[in-house]
């Protein structure tokens, strides 16, 4: 399977304000005073924005001993030794990458083999700070709104967007067939952190489980970096 590249939210500030009038007058003759007073106007106390968390720098130890270990995945799958690269740098439709990502790790998990085999792959990559993170996330999402077809390692390769429920700070799926084989990917931004989590079968790739280890990928490393 293809190792591809991996949102800040917006703060809404409310204001609100009060006033309150009188008025009165005076005559030649006593006049019963007339009085108006208008209640003061209420509105909801406007809600403080919470602070946007703070995500440490993590070395390549610490980053790696965030990735989701073994116990983590679906009945059935066992570690892969044989693959213990931090992934290429291709990209989709090879774009041209804002930043590079300073530490880069990697876990691969499988079950089954033959044309029943699935892999199970989660990884990291951490770049300087969150702004270089969210404009490689902002540049890969771009990127996906026209890529349709590629081709990686003389393999064609045919891309389609996949829906995935909101996680981390911006999220997004992607859906990759080659060579009869079906690759599922889930994106997601938190702080200077891309995480990924795909899956992969000749014969079966479950979006719900990249959903589901991706949403668990990203508690994981946000507990590991809280600042």
């Known amino acids: 399977m293809p190792r591809y590249l991996i949102g800040i939210s917006m703060a809404a500030v409310v204001a609100t304000s009060l006033a309150l009038t009188g008025c009165g007058s005076e005559s030649p003759r006593p006049q019963p005073a007339a009085s108006d007073a208008t209640a003061p106007s209420t509105a909801p106390a406007p809600v403080p924005t919470p602070p946007a968390p703070i995500y440490r720098i993590l070395d ?3 980053l790696t001993k965030a990735l989701l270990p073994l116990s983590a995945m679906p009945t059935g799958y066992s570690e892969d030794e044989s693959d213990s690269s931090d992934g290429s740098d291709k990209t989709f439709c090879n774009y041209r990458q804002p930043h590079v990502a300073k ?7 499988q079950k089954g083999g ?22 490689s996330f902002d540049k890969m999402a771009k990127t ?7 081709t990686s390692d003389g393999q064609k390769v045919t891309y389609a967007l996949m829906n995935l429920p909101g996680i981390g700070e911006k999220s997004l799926g992607v859906r990759i067939e080659l060579q009869g084989a079906t690759a599922l990917q889930g994106f997601a931004l938190v702080g200077p952190t891309l995480v990924a989590v795909g899956t992969a079968g000749v014969l079966n790739a479950d979006a719900d489980e990249v959903a589901d280890l991706l949403g668990k990928q990203v508690d994981g490393y946000s507990t590991a970096a809280a600042g």
């Open 144 to 150: 996906l709104e026209t890529c349709r077809k590629d």
């Open 60 to 62: 390549k130890p610490a």
């Open 103 to 109: 530490v880069k790790v990697s876990k691969s998990y």
């Open 114 to 135: 033959g044309l029943s085999a699935q892999l199970i792959m989660v990884s990291l990559r951490q770049y300087d700070g969150p702004e270089q993170a969210k404009a």
